[in-house]
């Protein structure tokens, strides 16, 4: 019954490894986010997909790389995991639709990355 | 730059007692504004919205209210519970129609028994 549910919910890792975070959505939204929350709780955009496509990329650095290979899934793969890397990634969806108008967004449990 | 800020990050209450959050931000063409509450654990929580063309609205124990004029907006909470208990975020939808939204700092509201 989880709107919005993200996997893994804990990930720990060392410097220099790779790791995905997968997202989905049964909601039926046509626009899915990923949000990172640092040590004070601050919320910041990464990426926007709508209907698969790449809206928003809020100057991420290059080794994270989103993947939405349909509108109920935005996957973040990471390359090269660094210190700086470590916080609690959130995945997000909404219905923006034509009118483009603001709605809600719905937010998965977050997953916490601890790079070590 | 785009900015919402929120006046302080604890906000301490008795159980029973009214609660205010505030918020202000800074982009005028923000015409959609949301708050959430994030328990510790769990991910940010929908609790009322509200457009610009309202200055007023009311859920169950919440009130939203929104001040152009002076780019405030604020939360109420009526005889807050500790369930309650949790961060709270006010966001913006900025000069964007991308659905993204600007978040503040976040304010914590402990109940006190």
């Known amino acids: 019954d989880t709107a919005v549910s993200q996997t893994p919910k804990y990930l720990v890792t060392q410097m220099g490894n790779d790791k995905s975070i997968k997202c989905e959505q049964n909601?039926?939204?046509?626009?899915m986010y990923w949000y990172k929350q640092d040590s004070k709780k601050f919320l910041k955009i990464m990426f926007s997909?709508?209907?698969?496509?790449?809206?928003i990329n809020e100057t991420v650095p290059n080794r994270f790389s989103p993947k939405s290979p349909d509108k109920a899934h935005l996957n973040l793969h990471i390359n090269s995991l660094e210190l700086g890397d470590s916080a609690v990634y959130f995945c997000?969806?909404?219905?923006?639709?034509?009118?483009?108008?603001?709605?809600?967004?719905?937010f998965g449990s977050g997953t916490q990355l601890s790079v070590l | 730059g785009e900015s919402v800020g929120l006046h302080l990050p604890t906000l301490s209450v008795q159980e029973g007692d009214n609660s205010i959050i505030n918020c202000a931000y800074s982009?005028?063409?923000?015409?959609?504004f949301i708050w959430y509450k994030q328990e510790s654990g769990k991910g940010p929580q929908f609790i009322i919205d509200?457009?610009?063309?309202?200055d007023k609205r009311q859920g169950q124990r919440v009130t939203v209210l929104l001040n152009k004029t002076v780019k405030h907006l604020s939360l109420q909470i009526a005889a807050t519970q500790p369930g309650d208990s949790a961060v709270y975020f006010c966001?913006?939808?900025?000069?964007?129609?991308?659905?993204?939204?600007?978040f503040g700092q976040g304010t914590t509201l402990q109940v006190k028994p």
């Open positions: 509200i457009r610009s063309n309202m």
């Open positions: 909601l039926g939204h046509d626009t």
């Open positions: 982009n005028s063409a923000s015409d959609y």
């Open positions: 997000a969806s909404s219905q923006i639709g034509q009118r483009s108008t603001n709605e809600k967004l719905f």
């Open positions: 966001a913006e939808n900025g000069s964007s129609n991308t659905g993204k939204l600007i």
């Open positions: 997909y709508n209907n698969k496509e790449l809206i």
